[in-house]
């Protein structure tokens, strides 16, 4: 399976929504400016909803423009729906999506997944409300629920540059009984933004819907824009302020708990070069050691040497470059229980 990546070049919003934890789904307008809550703990990317995303605010999807009426069902108007939530750190943008939709097609031979059931996810670095993408900061991200990895391209005219998403993003897809869920880790660098607390971006989230085959017939975006024309036009983006306030982790009123098994997640980005980020979790306070071996049983890094952890999910960098390209493990140890896993170093 392959997913696709149209990045373009694009800008952004503004009134000033503060995101704290909510009940139900948030609608925007136009003039709302909304809040992304920074990130101690990051979520695991498998397009499930981690008890993180609980205490993240929940956007509605839910402003529509048809875009082919000779082919909309007008007796079907509320077969889909979306909604998305964000938040952030240092190194990554992190967001969640949730589509509904009764029917999913993947159909357009030349491979323009707009054309049918996708998401679209812009940005605008520098919030710069420009008519047209500035080319430096500016992206477009198109992803269809069929397609893991996708193609990539900078502005709204420019050719697709293919690039393995591992090199720009981290991503999982779930179809499940009513539609589908993405989740979404994006580094930092690769959209040529250096995030600091209260920044103001712009973004757009969209969702095209086709029910039969062909082009799409109709969308639904974040932001109350009448238009389609979020592709080129960087001034009907939406505004988001990158907020130093810090997500809630677990809240005991609000039922969180701390894990309750040692957890080894998978490093991210992998490959990676030269560096990685390796996040773990311990269910009680304990001594932790986490080494790294290559394929023949030698230790060639110490990350944590028996060190007390508080109960939680934690995170450590690895720097590989010292090493050489090629498969290495990483080990955690608590007491008597080891977890290990394999990563890639790929210079």
């Not at 943008?93 to 997944?113: A, H, P």
């Not at 993003?169 to 009513?178: G, K, Q, T, V």
Request: glycine letters at 6%; proline letters at 4%; a negative charge.
């Amino acid at each position: 399976m392959k997913a696709k990546f149209n990045l373009c070049i694009v800008s952004f919003f503004t009134v000033c929504l503060v995101v704290c934890p909510v009940i139900g789904q948030v609608s925007l307008t136009p003039d709302t400016v909304i809040t992304f809550l920074k990130t101690t703990t990051p979520p695991n990317i498998d397009g499930v909803l981690d008890p993180i995303w609980e205490n993240v605010t929940e956007f509605a999807i839910d402003h529509s423009v048809v875009l082919n009426p000779d082919k909309r069902d007008p007796t079907d108007e509320n077969d889909y729906s979306g909604s998305f939530r964000a938040m952030w750190d240092d190194d990554f943008f992190y967001t969640f999506f949730n589509i509904v939709d009764d029917t999913l097609f993947r159909d357009d031979i030349n491979d323009k997944i707009f054309r049918d059931d996708c998401i679209e996810l812009y940005f605008d670095g520098n919030n710069s409300k420009e008519s047209t993408y500035d080319g430096i900061d500016d992206w477009q991200i198109q992803i269809s629920y069929d397609d893991p990895l996708t193609s990539f391209h900078i502005g709204s005219k420019s050719p697709n540059t293919d690039l393995d998403i591992s090199d720009f993003a981290n991503h999982a897809i779930l179809i499940n009984d009513e539609g589908w869920t993405l989740e979404i880790a994006i580094i930092w660098g690769m959209l040529n933004i250096g995030p600091v607390d209260n920044q103001k971006i712009g973004v757009e989230y969209d969702y095209d819907d086709d029910d039969d085959g062909g082009v799409n017939e109709h969308k639904i975006k974040a932001f109350a824009d009448s238009t389609d024309d979020t592709w080129k036009n960087a001034s009907v983006m939406g505004t988001a302020i990158l907020s130093g306030e810090l997500v809630a982790t677990a809240v005991e009123d609000q039922n969180y708990s701390y894990p309750e098994i040692l957890e080894l997640r998978q490093n991210f980005p992998n490959p990676f070069n030269p560096t990685t980020e390796i996040v773990y979790s311990v269910p009680r306070k304990d001594l932790v050691t986490l080494d790294v071996y290559n394929l023949l049983g030698e230790k060639v890094a110490n990350l944590i040497n028996n060190q007390i952890e508080n109960a939680g999910y934690h995170k450590v960098q690895f720097n590989g470059a010292q090493l050489n390209s090629g498969i290495y493990l990483y080990k955690i140890q608590t007491g008597s229980n080891v977890l290990t896993k394999k990563m890639m170093l790929l210079k």
